[in-house]
């Protein structure tokens, strides 16, 4: 498979603006990427100048520059290489087989191909694609395995399988390899090894391991240098989440692959996010105990779903002011999403760890 088959169109101007974008454009670069309405309405809200400001991005947060076709690939250690957009990232293996790839995020695309083609006509090992590992089954991270053709031997765990079955997208074939708790990739001098340790940000998110490069690939669980993504990564199981940042570090690494932003995470990027996350939580233990109830109840009467919202809203907000505070500049985007993190893990103590607070007094 060449690195030029099947452009797309829009593929020149989208690589354009995400070059011209940089790392600073997630936002409207998803917005460019789905088009039409979408980007319309994102120009006339600037337009508008209704948009909020945020704090700048610590400069620490921000990865390498793109290349002039809107990527970069790096090597990580030996034959181990990752590729990012600045705001999804992919990782390969390149084997005297072939290429091991694991993830193939549609922003990135035909991308892969490319920097796969440069990694292996560098090396001199074949540059086919043998082994696509899928870290999940969302479509953000695995919607371009279809350029990878029917071929390629798709490896997931075996809910992947069972939700891409049940989804039908012939963007995302699902796996022909599954597994439950264990796999070990062995081809080409080169292995990995899948695990998996329950639900987290998915019910089918699994740990990729390459032990030989002290890398570990685990999507959508630490974000280096972020707070997470909207809702705690909008994860599925909130307490499964939080446990698999320890089962994270619980892993000898010196090199993380979150499958976002721009750059590599460190150990210390794994330390920083659970002392975040730890934080809400002792915010949202506080807030429970100390939110007053009374005026919501007496504001709302009998529309229970106002009650609920306003005490919610206000319980986020007073978990999420200090944290906010506090983390600002050390990881980014601290004021964009704390609060909706906050929210979340708000409800997760009250619904998943059982501490319900004013709307759990037995009568
Ligand atoms: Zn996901």
Same mark, same amino acid.
């Given at each position: 498979?060449?690195?030029?088959?099947?452009?797309?169109?829009?593929?020149?101007s989208?690589?354009?603006?995400l070059?011209?974008?940089?790392?600073?454009?997630?936002?409207?670069?998803?917005?460019?990427?789905?088009?039409?309405?979408?980007?319309?309405n994102?120009?006339?809200?600037?337009?508008?100048g209704?948009?909020?400001?945020?704090?700048?991005?610590?400069?620490?947060?921000?990865?390498?520059?793109?290349n002039?076709d809107?990527y970069f690939?790096?090597?990580?250690?030996?034959?181990?290489?990752?590729?990012?957009?600045?705001?999804?990232?992919?990782?390969?293996?390149?084997?005297r087989?072939?290429?091991?790839?694991?993830?193939?995020?549609p922003?990135?695309?035909?991308?892969?191909l490319?920097?796969?083609?440069?990694?292996?006509?560098?090396?001199?090992?074949?540059?086919? *694609?043998?082994?696509?590992?899928?870290?999940?089954?969302?479509?953000d991270?695995?919607?371009?395995?279809?350029l990878?053709?029917?071929d390629?031997v798709?490896?997931?765990?075996?809910?992947?399988?069972?939700?891409l079955?049940?989804?039908?997208?012939?963007?995302?074939?699902?796996?022909?390899v599954?597994?439950?708790?264990?796999? *070990?990739?062995?081809?080409?001098?080169?292995?990995?090894?899948?695990?998996?340790h329950?639900?987290?940000?998915?019910?089918?998110?699994?740990f990729?391991?390459?032990?030989?490069?002290?890398t570990?690939?685990?999507?959508?669980?630490?974000f280096?240098g972020?707070?997470?993504?909207?809702?705690?990564?909008?994860?599925?199981?909130?307490?499964?989440?939080?446990?698999?940042?320890?089962?994270?570090?619980?892993?000898?690494?010196?090199?993380?692959?979150?499958?976002?932003?721009?750059?590599?995470?460190r150990?210390?990027?794994?330390?920083?996010?659970?002392?975040?996350?730890?934080?809400?939580?002792?915010?949202?233990?506080a807030?429970?105990?100390?939110?007053?109830?009374?005026?919501?109840?007496a504001?709302?009467?009998n529309?229970?779903?106002?009650i609920?919202?306003?005490?919610?809203?206000?319980?986020?907000?007073?978990?999420?002011?200090?944290?906010?505070?506090?983390?600002?500049?050390?990881?980014?985007?601290?004021?964009?999403?704390?609060?909706?993190?906050?929210?979340?893990?708000f409800?997760?103590?009250?619904?998943?760890?059982?501490?319900?607070?004013?709307?759990?007094?037995?009568?």
């Amino acid at each position: 498979m060449t690195a030029s088959s099947g452009r797309q169109p829009d593929a020149t101007s989208r690589r354009r603006f995400l070059a011209a974008a940089g790392a600073a454009a997630a936002v409207p670069a998803a917005a460019a990427l789905i088009g039409g309405p979408l980007a319309g309405n994102a120009r006339a809200a600037a337009a508008a100048g209704d948009l909020p400001d945020y704090a700048p991005i610590p400069p620490g947060a921000l990865g390498p520059a793109l290349n002039a076709d809107g990527y970069f690939a790096g090597n990580i250690h030996g034959n181990l290489y990752w590729v990012t957009d600045s705001v999804y990232q992919a990782m390969f293996l390149s084997t005297r087989n072939g290429v091991v790839l694991v993830d193939a995020p549609p922003t990135i695309g035909h991308n892969l191909l490319r920097a796969i083609g440069a990694v292996t006509q560098a090396n001199g090992r074949p540059a086919k *694609v043998t082994h696509l590992v899928y870290s999940h089954s969302h479509a953000d991270h695995i919607g371009a395995s279809a350029l990878l053709g029917a071929d390629v031997v798709r490896i997931g765990h075996s809910e992947c399988r069972r939700l891409l079955l049940r989804e039908a997208d012939p963007n995302r074939p699902a796996p022909t390899v599954t597994f439950d708790d264990h796999y *070990v990739l062995e081809t080409g001098g080169e292995r990995l090894l899948l695990d998996y340790h329950g639900p987290n940000h998915t019910p089918d998110n699994i740990f990729i391991y390459a032990p030989d490069h002290q890398t570990l690939m685990v999507v959508d669980v630490i974000f280096p240098g972020w707070v997470p993504f909207k809702n705690l990564a909008v994860s599925q199981d909130i307490p499964g989440w939080i446990r698999a940042q320890d089962i994270a570090m619980g892993y000898r690494w010196q090199t993380l692959v979150g499958g976002h932003l721009g750059r590599l995470g460190r150990r210390a990027d794994g330390n920083l996010q659970i002392a975040y996350v730890a934080d809400l939580l002792a915010g949202a233990r506080a807030t429970i105990a100390s939110l007053d109830p009374t005026p919501f109840f007496a504001r709302y009467g009998n529309n229970s779903w106002a009650i609920f919202k306003a005490y919610l809203d206000a319980a986020a907000a007073q978990v999420a002011a200090p944290v906010t505070a506090k983390y600002l500049g050390r990881l980014a985007a601290a004021d964009v999403f704390t609060a909706d993190n906050a929210y979340v893990m708000f409800e997760s103590l009250r619904v998943d760890y059982g501490t319900l607070g004013p709307f759990g007094n037995h009568p």
